[in-house]
């Protein structure tokens, strides 16, 4: 037989071998986590606390968010410009508020198209305007700028400010930077709560199924007497924490997938006003579950691994 | 061929205590050995740096051709897949039947289930336990429970047994068929190498036998020379 055909034969033997350990250790895994089951119990409600914790500020910070990009994408810079302009002024004006890095977009509004919102918008409005014509209306011509980081809103309406025919800029000065401000420690705050919550499990989660390995000592012992290598051991303590981690988040996930539908159409999509909208629930509670799972399931492993190494000379 | 060699092997454990004194010992291929000797003599510290759990503070250890002194931790298992241990408390998984495990030493590595039954039987068969293959160890004796246990060591075709007191939990009778067990294995080209206290045992089996004390071996009898009486 040629060599190269060996060469593959025993590569696809190697394979081969390779998944029937995994498969029994997966198998093995599976059974242990049923075997021990009180302990393992303590482990998936260690799980499933913090991770129904960890959904909360998840949902908090992405709804903060949120809010803040719809609060973020309404802040405008009304640029009033001079009484009596040109046309070609205003092309000119338009031209330098093109040039000035950092807008996003920009639009145009006439006086008189001003004045008609207003009036339709309301009676009173209406009696006291209803006889301005272009030339005597104390409206302005404007352009609504809108910028691409809020956070350089008061540079860029400086700039705009300086060009020529402008005669002033309003973009709620003060707010604006308090409420971004406002945002960003919320969400860093809680960033840092589900940072410090992953780590504080993955800790609870290694001593819990230290303990459980504990009782396991002898396994452990037995398995290196007959000749299994460190990953050997490892593998199926590793599934094990795998399942843990699976198993503990499944009530969370349910917990956080009808809560926040729940919520969501109990408040019917907005909170206090209809200022702050919420997220809506679809692709959302996906993602939240996807994020719970992979939470569970890294924060299982690792700690499962962790506790086993102790028992292992390496 | 030397299949064991032991070269100036001293072993001083880290409270200072020197359990075994520059050994030299050679045990060739199909040996079947006998260590005695008093309590605290050596002979644990001995067989437990064949199987490496004990690393030696110097000398040489060569089994099958590998440096167990130089052997990594981490790379123990190499050594423990060509020598099977057999010890006084069994150490089987209580939640296993016999049949699994024997099976369990096979798994590990991978070994196709078509392969590891035939294998499993006949070595139940060889301890005379074929049809106890579904018994747990709790519903087993503690001659039986040993059985499995050789039955394990040796599934893996290792080419050295290491014995640890195999017949201390076993009555007089009990203990000679494990023995036989044994020799049957060893007459199949086994080499084994047996701690024990029993010395009627000993005398009775008629192989080459040390005697240790202190840390050294004190006389090395040739096979069959060795009477109970004689010490």
């Known amino acids: 037989m040629p060599v190269e055909l060996l060469k593959i034969m025993r590569k696809e033997r190697l394979k081969m071998k390779a998944f029937r350990i995994l498969g029994r250790n997966i198998r093995d895994a599976f059974k242990s986590v049923f075997r021990n089951f009180s302990l393992s119990l303590a482990s998936i409600s260690c799980i499933t606390i913090t991770l129904i914790v960890v959904s909360i500020a998840i949902i908090l910070t992405s709804n903060v968010n949120n809010f803040a990009d719809l609060v973020k994408k309404d802040v405008t810079i009304v640029t009033f410009l001079d009484q009596g302009i040109t046309e070609e002024k205003i092309k000119e004006v338009e031209q330098n508020i093109k040039k000035i890095d950092g807008v996003e977009s920009y639009e145009f509004q006439d006086k008189m198209d001003i004045s008609k919102d207003m009036m339709e918008s309301s009676d009173t409005f209406k009696s006291i305007m209803e006889n301005w014509t272009e030339d005597d209306t104390p409206i302005q011509d404007t352009f609504l700028v809108k910028v691409v980081d809020i956070e350089k809103i008061g540079d860029i309406a400086k700039e705009i400010e300086k060009i020529e025919n402008v005669e002033s800029v309003k973009y709620g000065e003060g707010m604006v930077e308090q409420l971004v401000a406002a945002f960003n420690v919320v969400k860093n705050i809680s960033i840092a709560i589900v940072i410090a919550l992953i780590l504080v499990t993955a800790f609870l989660i290694s001593n819990t199924i230290k303990i459980t390995i504990f009782s396991r000592k002898r396994e452990i012992e037995i398995m290196r007497l007959v000749g299994a290598s460190n990953i050997n051991i490892k593998i199926p303590f590793i599934f094990e924490g795998l399942f843990l981690g699976l198993f503990g988040s499944i009530i969370p996930i349910i917990i956080t997938t009808y809560g926040y539908i729940g919520l969501y159409n109990h408040f019917d999509g907005r909170l206090f006003s209809s200022f702050i909208k919420l997220v809506k629930p679809e692709p959302f509670i996906y993602m939240i579950s996807a994020v719970l799972v992979a939470i569970g399931i890294l924060v299982g492993m690792f700690g499962s691994l962790r506790a086993v190494k102790k028992h292992l000379k390496i | ?231």
Request: contains cysteine; proline residues 3%; hydrophobic residues 40%.
């Open chain 2, 1 to 231: 061929m030397d299949l064991i060699r032991l070269k100036n092997v001293k072993k001083q454990y880290k409270n200072g205590v020197v359990a075994i004194h520059d050994m030299d010992l050679n045990i060739q291929k199909g040996d079947f050995v006998f260590i005695i000797g008093s309590t605290g003599c050596g002979k644990s510290t001995l067989i437990k740096m064949l199987y490496r759990e004990e690393k030696p503070t110097s000398g040489k250890i060569l089994i099958a051709g590998l440096d167990v002194a130089k052997l990594r931790n981490r790379k123990v298992y190499k050594l423990r897949r060509r020598i099977g241990v057999v010890f006084q408390d069994f150490k089987l998984l209580n939640r296993m039947n016999a049949y699994e495990n024997v099976a369990f030493a096979q798994e590990i590595f991978g070994i196709p289930k078509s392969e590891i039954h035939p294998r499993v039987l006949k070595v139940l068969d060889l301890v005379g336990l074929k049809n106890k293959a579904k018994s747990y160890p709790n519903e087993l004796s503690g001659g039986e429970q040993q059985r499995v246990a050789i039955a394990r060591a040796i599934v893996n075709e290792p080419k050295i047994l290491i014995c640890d007191e195999p017949t201390g939990n076993l009555d007089a009778n009990t203990s000679m068929e494990i023995m036989k067990v044994l020799d049957e294995i060893n007459k199949l080209g086994t080499t084994i190498i047996m701690v024990t206290h029993d010395r009627d045992i000993v005398e009775r089996m008629g192989k080459r036998v040390l005697l240790l004390d202190a840390g050294r071996i004190v006389k090395d009898y040739e096979k069959g020379t060795f009477k109970n009486e004689s010490i």
